[in-house]
């Protein structure tokens, strides 16, 4: 009687599809050892409360049933990953000796096997040079490619001559390290070797002639290549310099698209998707909500570095270390106009500093869904606010209003970062830009329209501005032409915040304003909790005289 073949699915659920919770837990335990030696980073999204929340109810899941890991050393996605076309020894001697198995067997014969492979790839996406078929890698060790970083057709090369120089490049890095061994135990100030001397020299030669420039031909050649082919190819390299630069150019080229593509197998950058999926910003790693008009060869990392500082962006973290170490900024230009304690705001001119409040607006419109302003900084005044520690001031928030509203607009976009939201400097932001337009004698109201979360925090402060005044209030009719000049808020957005206290009411056709004495004892008894650690703005600490002109 022949034996019945046994499946055993592995990792599998009851079902035979994949236990999803095993794998995002695999995944999540192999992380968090891969990154052991490396200093921990906040990471914050948007929802992260949230998720926190549904995890406690979670039910744990066993270790056992956790999938195997594939050769790039992340959890599978699904099955299909699983390398099956190889059976075991015992399954290839049992369908030796058993000649019902054998026959089984015949109807799979004609399938090709799978082959086990290091690298998963996406065959839905293509790379966006025209004419490319995302064949071969710039570092010729890939049989595809997706992006611009590791087309050779966009490098002017092939797919064979980029596995020659790949062979060369790996010939050349051997015979360094056996000279490096070699010369392990050489004194730090001993004379050149005969083979370096040798060495100086060739590259001293091979040097001469990079400075001869270009003749008419080549120049006619180069232009013609460039017409016909614009910016989706890169610019003939040839003759320009040195055989021997141009090879260390074409070497360093290789080794970043190969640092990239080890990024996109392990799945830290998405190249193609021209949407920044994450920023790294000083000691925290934060996931972006909206899209950003970053130039198109930073937005398809997916990945981006950002200088807390001077807000330049960086494609690695190898530059943003090098940038950092060189970087004399610790606060951002302008003026100081306010201080109290740690707590800063710089008034910073777009017209002065350009590219700051350029980089500034690009930043922001990752966390805010309504901005539209990117480059035409010149109109506006920025207002930064900052907490300071013995490196620097930390970017904390912003608002910017125009130099000359004609609708007396005192904040034209406004944003909160997200390590720093839910502990009150939003409110300290609004406070602060209301207190500008006291001091300017104005009645001030923000720019429509409000984000989500910027509707919220503005009628949030309303609500507790009509509360204090009508705390302190002692006369028996209140007029909303006063609160207005006294709190600089504008009477319409007193009036819909009246409304929706439910203090406003319509009596023998007049308009009354009722003082709820429930809503203002609950505003007081908040109050006293929060005593005297309340993030305020205080008047005093403010050193600031209105712009005059533009």
Request: net charge positive; with cysteine.
């Amino acid at each position: 009687m022949p034996r019945r073949r046994q499946r055993v699915h592995v990792g599998s659920g009851s079902d035979g599809t994949e236990d999803s919770d095993s794998s995002a837990e695999r995944e999540q335990t192999n992380s968090s050892e891969s990154d052991g030696n490396i200093p921990k980073r906040t990471r914050l999204t948007r929802a992260s409360l949230r998720l926190s929340q549904s995890s406690q109810d979670t039910p744990d899941v066993k270790q056992d049933e956790s999938p195997p890991l594939t050769p790039t050393g992340n959890a599978p996605s699904s099955e299909s990953e699983l390398d099956i076309s190889s059976p075991n020894a015992s399954h290839d001697e049992s369908l030796a000796k058993d000649p019902a198995l054998r026959d089984s067997d015949k109807d799979l014969s004609h399938r090709p096997k799978r082959r086990r492979c290091h690298e998963t790839y996406n065959f839905n996406m293509k790379c966006p040079t025209p004419g490319c078929n995302s064949l071969g890698h710039l570092t010729g060790k890939h049989e595809r490619h997706f992006a611009v970083s590791g087309c050779p057709l966009y490098h002017n090369l092939s797919a064979d001559e980029c596995k020659v120089k790949a062979t060369t490049r790996e010939k050349h890095e051997e015979e360094a390290k056996v000279q490096e061994e070699s010369n392990r135990h050489a004194t730090r100030h001993q004379t050149p070797t005969s083979r370096q001397t040798r060495y100086k020299e060739q590259v001293t030669e091979m040097r001469k002639g990079r400075n001869s420039g270009l003749s008419k031909e080549q120049k006619e050649k180069y232009m013609e290549h460039r017409q016909s082919h614009s910016n989706t190819r890169e610019p003939l390299l040839e003759n320009i310099t040195s055989e021997y630069d141009l090879e260390l150019f074409r070497k360093a080229q290789a080794r970043a698209s190969e640092d990239l593509e080890r990024l996109r197998i392990q799945g830290q950058i998405t190249e193609g998707s021209n949407m920044i999926k994450t920023i790294l910003f000083g000691r925290y790693e934060l996931d972006t909500w909206y899209h950003s008009p970053y130039p198109e060869e930073y937005a398809r990392l997916g990945r981006l570095y950002v200088c807390e500082f001077c807000l330049k962006y960086m494609k690695s973290q190898t530059i943003l270390r090098r940038h950092m170490a060189k970087c004399v900024w610790k606060h951002p230009p302008g003026d100081e106009v306010y201080r109290k304690g740690a707590i800063s705001v710089f008034e910073v001119d777009g017209k002065k500093n350009k590219i700051y409040c350029q980089n500034l607006c690009l930043l922001a419109k990752l966390f805010l869904d309504h901005k539209t302003l990117y480059y035409d900084v010149e109109p506006f005044l920025f207002y930064v606010m900052t907490e300071a520690d013995n490196t620097g001031c930390h970017l904390v928030g912003y608002f910017s209003k125009e130099k000359n509203s004609f609708l007396n607009y005192n904040v034209s976009c406004i944003l909160t970062m997200p390590q720093y939201m839910r502990q009150g400097y939003g409110k300290m932001l609004i406070d602060f830009s209301y207190l500008l337009s006291k001091v300017e004698e104005k009645v001030g109201s923000p720019e429509r329209p409000l984000s989500d979360l910027g509707l919220i925090s503005y009628r949030s402060y309303w609500k507790e501005v009509l509360l204090r005044y009508m705390y302190n209030f002692q006369g028996k009719e209140i007029s909303i032409k006063e609160i207005s000049q006294e709190t600089a808020v504008n009477p319409v957005d007193i009036v819909s915040t009246l409304q929706s206290l439910q203090m406003l009411k319509y009596w023998k056709g007049k308009h009354l304003v009722l003082k709820r004495q429930d809503l203002i004892d609950e505003w007081k008894s908040k109050e006293t909790k929060r005593g005297s650690n309340n993030k305020t703005i205080d008047p005093s600490s403010l050193k600031w005289t209105p712009p005059k002109g533009t």
